[in-house]
């Protein structure tokens, strides 16, 4: 099964890889959509929108706190480290939607974090952005300047970050491998990524369990775990 994949990794110039949550599963951060999925158990237009932050700050900032602890103890997991192994043979960008900073931790360079951080809260006034790894004694948390502050994620609603964007697109059209793992590709602008990738020429291959609206799109799809795929393809391009 990785023998094609393995050759198309070898002989690529400058691999993306898209990531999303279920890249993280295996670190015990439960995905979204899907039987055990956060959004069977939330509704996400209560907690991830300006207009549920506005209307109920403290309920927004409760289930944010619960995940930013579940976030600050979770550690990288062997997908996570394959991709920063990687990195020591080819040129690699790695695009996320993840919020939770564990392809950093793993060792990897360059991380696009495509809908913010959890772990970085702004104000939602002024000027002020901080990594606080600390659990806030009283909710909403406020800045200095007496506004609330908010975890720096991108809601429903919310555009990305402009320049992080820019260059993620930028990134999509100048490479020649596009690798997608974990993700239902389902949220937008994120789920164009491979088809600006396929557009300029690169070939899509999908690492996921489950068929995406996009699979029909893939060279390739591997339907295992990144856990079980990651590790073991790394290791036979590192062998070849
Ligand atoms: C495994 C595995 C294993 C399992 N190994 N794989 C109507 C109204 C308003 C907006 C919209 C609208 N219609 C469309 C929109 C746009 C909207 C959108 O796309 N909505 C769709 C849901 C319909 N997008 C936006 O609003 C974005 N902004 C935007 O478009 O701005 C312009 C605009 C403004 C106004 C109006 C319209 C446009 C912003 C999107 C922000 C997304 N935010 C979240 C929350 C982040 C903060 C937080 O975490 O609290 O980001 S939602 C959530 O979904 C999170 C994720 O990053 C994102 C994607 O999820 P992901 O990563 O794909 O995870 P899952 O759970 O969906 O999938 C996991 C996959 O893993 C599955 O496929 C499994 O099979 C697989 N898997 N185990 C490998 N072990
Ligand atoms: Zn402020």
Redo the contacts with the bound molecule.
């Keep these: 099964m990785f023998e094609p994949l393995t050759k198309q990794i070898k002989d690529s110039k400058k691999i993306v890889i898209v990531t999303g949550a279920g890249i993280s599963k295996e670190s015990g951060i439960p995905t979204f959509r899907g039987s055990n999925g956060l959004w069977r158990k939330y509704d996400p237009m209560k907690l991830a929108t300006i207009d549920a932050f506005n209307q109920n700050p403290v309920l927004v900032w409760e289930w944010y706190e619960e995940r930013r602890a579940n976030i600050l103890t979770a550690k990288p997991n062997a997908g996570h480290y394959a991709i920063s192994e990687l990195e020591k043979y080819k040129d690699v960008t790695i695009l996320t939607q993840n919020i939770d900073g564990l392809h950093q931790r793993a060792g990897s360079k360059t991380v696009l974090e495509l809908h913010g951080n959890i772990i970085r809260t702004k104000?939602t006034?002024?000027n002020?952005k901080e990594n606080l790894r600390v659990s806030f004694e009283t909710l909403p948390p406020k800045?200095?300047?007496?506004?609330i502050l908010r975890p720096d994620v991108v809601w429903f609603g919310e555009e990305l970050p402009h320049d992080v964007w820019r260059e993620a697109v930028s990134q999509a059209q100048s490479c020649d491998l596009m690798l997608i793992v974990g993700t239902s590709l389902v949220v937008s602008p994120a789920n164009s990524l491979p088809l600006y990738a396929k557009q300029n020429g690169a070939k899509l291959i999908e690492i996921n369990p489950e068929k995406t609206p996009i699979s029909s799109e893939m060279n390739l799809s591997i339907r295992a775990t990144s856990v079980e795929s990651l590790p073991r393809l790394v290791d036979l391009v590192s062998f070849c």
Excluded: E
């Design positions: 104000c006034v002024c002020f800045c200095n300047c007496g506004n």
